[in-house]
């Protein structure tokens, strides 16, 4: 997997943090609701951002390589709670 720039990317996290970066307002994610309608989307800066504060909050509650139980109903807030235990190693 390769960056916009043909920098090699080492991991997932990278790859969205470059995205986030050089395509901020571009969509990454749009929940439909219902199966139907569209209902939440998120672009790669809100993700990347989200995905930060969740990380933020884990650090004094975790370590790189512990196991946790992510406790959401379906819907984006599952996917940044995902993403932030990437950016914390967890």
Known sequence: MEGPRSEPWRTVV???R???CEEPDDTVLTW???G?????TLTFSQL???ARRVAAALAPHAQQG??????YPP????VVGLWGCLYAGV
């Open 14 to 16: 990278d790859a969205l």
């Open 18 to 20: 470059t995205r986030a």
């Open 32 to 34: 439909v609701d219902d």
């Open 36 to 40: 139907e309608r569209d209902g939440s």
């Open 48 to 50: 990347d951002r989200g």
């Open 66 to 71: 512990d196991r946790i139980l992510l406790v």
């Open 75 to 78: 819907g984006p807030d599952f």
